[in-house]
């Protein structure tokens, strides 16, 4: 050992002796080894946070830093203890070689290493031992060669990317989260002290393992750190009595399922994400104490988004990220299910966008047949006549696939597809059962959907990552459409023990009780829930209202105090009694009922599909064929022209968009055409 040491300081005078050119020669002819170390892909939250990583190709964990990520204190003391002339050095300190080998002289064993920074990084980056002096003088010109291509900083960062740490931990920032669980920004004295004690022995310092040799390692660098008026003696014996950790932290795990969808779509070093950390990990805790008490497969997603901008805040793909009786593997965020009633708000929204109904119209309630489909309330019971916001609230089926008839599965489809949604039918054409969930769709799908609801009826495209917007927003429904939406949902009579705070939701449970499920939205966020088992088994007793309804009520509780308030009604929504409703929108009649020669009408001008240019000042002319006068207009929804009894009429200077118009004659017939009203 003292031959090696004795050998590496003559090299060092011989290099003074070379003479500069020759010395320079010789450094400059170095083959330097790759100076980018693989770093961990990282998965940040909005904030920065992060969510998840994954180890280097090795099986290594080396997280990506920079020096100003790091506690100030840990580079002080750092310096201090192992090189103090770091910044002043050429990669190699001649004095401290000559210091090593005196004290190893005296004491009959190696004290002080004598190696600089920049040497314990040459050695780092070719992982070569120090056994021999071949290798000591190896890492000696590589030192010197590293000193003329890297600034002092870029070497100590590449000090804190590799320094080990242990088994499979390199760097600093994988070293302060196993230790500490967090990162090394805020460093307590003690914790910087521990982590610039480990790299010398990485394996027999471990607090967890060896307790006083790492107590002991931890010591010394506060006593050096005394030594050189880094510390009072006051601050150093405080840190010497804090305690070790006495366990390795788990490196963040959360969002994983969308984590890993993420890097697989998009390979890259760092994925910045909209979600939030602590919401991400609130409704991680809130996922698993829902299963918790269930069956062991019982298994629940949640999703939150901000409806106003797309952002997801928080993915929960299920209770637990495991290989478990639950599958906790799979992302049931994703996952192919039967939305059960989820669907019926959209179905209602399409009725009040073409003036087939009001949130105050009279709607039947009754058993009925189409064809071989006679669909049934869940109850079994039937409640005749009751209104439109009623049937809703209650999600009665029979109303529903009525209206569904009258506006066409294919037109609900449109809308689905027109939401972002990518909605799989069993086999052939829509049938009236996609009203009660005879559709496959995802979690994610929905919330596409209740999104839109949310936001006036435009939808911003749902997206996770940050800056990826996914497209301009489309409009799904007519504001007015929406807001009858909004102010409906928002009275459902909340789950037991849950506040009467005016959250608008909805519920749905699949056939054989396989689904259970909950969407709502306030004034800013939309949260959805799914409970059941990932094989699709069913579940008996559950329930959208009394499983899935309270735990979105407690997650709502977790993003805020107090919800967001709903918007007012938008212009155009008709805010009044039945009775103050014009005649057509008093009741529902349905085509299946048909009067006695009676012929429907039908819009003559504009037609449908068209493109019309506003033109201020002159008349926006309206105009229909057959029918029984009088007739009530709507547009986009809401009344424009009540009980006229002439087939032309003038609705005004509308406002430039895309237009709903609907006429209903005194029979409770309608037309409706699709047009879009540009500025020229």
Do not use: C
């Not at 307790?211 to 010394?220: D, I, Q, S």
């Not at 496959?440 to 959907?449: C, I, N, Q, S, V």
């Not at 979105?552 to 009775?579: D, K, M, Q, Y």
């Not at 048909?594 to 037609?607: D, E, K, M, Q």
């Amino acid at each position: 050992m003292r031959v090696r040491w004795l050998i590496a300081l003559v090299a060092a005078l011989w290099l003074g002796a070379l003479g500069r050119d020759r010395a320079d020669a010789w450094i400059d002819a170095t083959v330097l080894p790759p100076l980018v170390p693989a770093t961990s892909v990282e998965v940040l939250d909005r904030n920065g946070t992060l969510l998840r990583a994954y180890t280097v190709e090795d099986g290594r964990w080396r997280l990506p830093v920079t020096l100003a990520e790091v506690d100030p204190e840990f580079i002080e003391l750092l310096l201090t203890y192992e090189d103090r002339r770091f910044y002043e050095h050429s990669g190699v300190d001649p004095r401290s070689l000559g210091r090593a080998f005196l004290q190893a002289l005296r004491n009959g064993r190696i004290v002080s290493g004598g190696s600089t920074i920049t040497m314990q990084v040459a050695r780092l980056l070719e992982d070569s031992g120090t056994g021999s002096w071949r290798g000591k003088l190896r890492q000696m010109r590589l030192a010197l060669a590293l000193e003329r291509q890297l600034s002092k900083d870029e070497i100590l960062t590449l000090y804190l990317h590799l320094a080990p740490y242990g088994g499979n931990i390199e760097g600093i920032r994988a070293a302060s989260f196993t230790w500490f669980g967090h990162e090394p920004q805020n460093l307590t004295t003690a914790e910087a002290a521990l982590l610039v004690a480990l790299p010398q022995s990485p394996n027999y310092r471990r607090p967890d393992r060896y307790p006083e040799t790492a107590l002991a390692a931890r010591g010394r660098v506060l006593q050096r750190a005394v030594r050189f008026d880094m510390l009072e003696e006051d601050e150093a014996a405080w840190a010497n009595r804090a305690p070790l950790p006495g366990t390795r932290h788990d490196f963040p795990l959360l969002a994983p399922h969308l984590a890993d969808r993420i890097i697989a779509e998009r390979p890259a070093a760092q994925h910045h994400l909209t979600l939030d950390a602590e919401l991400q990990a609130a409704m991680e805790r809130l996922a698993a104490q829902a299963v918790r008490g269930q069956s062991d497969q019982m298994n629940a997603a949640i999703m939150v988004m901000d409806h106003a901008t797309g952002e997801v805040l928080a993915s929960v793909g299920s209770a637990g990220y495991s290989d478990n009786p639950l599958q906790g593997f799979n992302d049931m965020t994703q996952a192919l299910r039967s939305p059960g009633s989820t669907l019926k708000p959209l179905i209602y929204g399409l009725g009040f966008e073409a003036g087939l109904i009001h949130p105050e119209t009279m709607i039947q309630d009754r058993p009925v047949r189409f064809g071989s489909y006679a669909p049934q309330n869940f109850d079994n019971q039937f409640r005749g006549e009751i209104s439109v916001a009623r049937a809703l609230q209650f999600s009665l089926n029979t109303p529903v696939v009525s209206l569904l008839e009258e506006i066409g599965p294919a037109e609900m489809m449109n809308r689905m597809r027109r939401a972002g949604m990518q909605p799989e039918l069993p086999a052939g054409q829509p049938g009236l059962a996609v009203a009660l969930g005879g559709v496959g769709t995802t979690m994610e799908d929905l919330m596409r959907l209740y999104g839109a609801i949310a936001s006036g009826g435009g939808s911003v495209p749902l997206h996770y990552r940050q800056g990826d917007r996914g497209g301009a927003p489309v409009q799904v429904l007519s504001p007015v459409a929406a807001w009858y939406l909004g102010d409906i949902l928002s009275g459902v009579a909340p789950p037991a023990n849950a506040p009467r705070n005016g959250l608008a939701y909805k519920t749905g449970t699949s056939y054989g009780h396989r689904d259970a499920w909950a969407f709502g939205f306030d004034g800013a966020h939309v949260v959805g829930i799914w409970l059941g088992r990932a094989d699709g088994a069913s579940v008996p007793g559950a329930f959208g209202a009394d499983l899935a309804a309270p735990l979105l009520f407690e997650a709502f509780a977790r993003i805020a105090p107090n919800l967001t308030p709903l918007p007012p009604p938008p212009p155009g929504a008709l805010t009044v009694p039945l009775s103050e409703l014009p005649q057509p929108l008093r009741r529902f009649a349905p085509r299946t009922e048909p009067v006695a020669n009676a012929v429907a009408p039908r819009i003559a001008f504009p037609p449908d599909g068209a493109t019309l240019a506003r033109q201020s000042g002159l008349p926006f002319l309206a105009r229909v064929e057959r029918g029984t006068p009088p007739f009530t207009w709507l547009w986009n929804g809401a009344p424009a022209r009540i009980a006229s009894h002439d087939r032309q009429v003038d609705l005004g200077n509308p406002d430039p968009g895309f237009v709903d118009l609907t006429v209903i004659d005194a029979r409770g017939q309608s037309a409706s055409v699709f047009l879009e009203i540009v500025t020229p």
